[in-house]
């Protein structure tokens, strides 16, 4: 029978992961395209204080936290290997560190970054904003499903449990 803290701990990141899928679809679904649908200045200053105004909320523990509990998650896992539940519990974890914490660090973060150095009112920067939108999307589509897929593994996980 598995520990009832590992059973906890897959619920956990069956919540968060989906949590975390969420907040990512809203962006996919309709956030970036309403942003793309206002005047340049608009949407840049509107995404700048996103951008600021998240690394300030619950937003920040639960990004961290989450690939925190996959790291642990690997370790327990691969302890209980031959296990039903261990494949699906570290697929689960590596999908969300690399699809989601990886892409966030190597692709969103950077044009964040650019997008903050810009000042909305410029009109020459208008260019920054539309390959801001394009690309910054596509990996967030890219966060979406890996958050998406992890919850299921996830919930796989918890269902094969013994």
């Given amino acids: 029978m598995a520990h009832p803290g590992y059973i906890g701990l897959l619920w956990a990141l069956a919540v968060t992961t989906g949590v975390m899928a969420g907040v990512y679809f809203a962006f996919s679904a309709f956030v970036m395209s309403s942003l793309a649908q206002i005047e340049d200045f608009s949407g840049i200053a509107a995404m700048q204080s996103i951008n600021k105004v998240i690394v300030n909320s619950l937003f920040l523990p639960l990004f961290f936290g989450t690939t ?95």
């Fill in 68 to 162: 925190l509990l996959c790291v642990i998650t690997i370790v327990l896992a691969a302890l209980r290997w031959g296990e039903p539940d261990a494949a699906s519990a570290i697929a689960g974890s590596i999908v969300y560190i690399v699809g989601m914490f990886l892409c966030t660090l190597i692709f969103n973060i950077p044009l964040n970054n650019a997008l903050d150095k810009i000042d909305p009112a410029s009109t020459s920067d208008g260019h920054v904003w539309q390959h801001y939108l394009i690309v910054w999307t596509r990996w967030n589509h890219v966060r979406t499903v890996s958050c998406t897929a992890a919850c299921a593994l996830f919930i796989a996980a918890v269902s094969r449990t013994s």
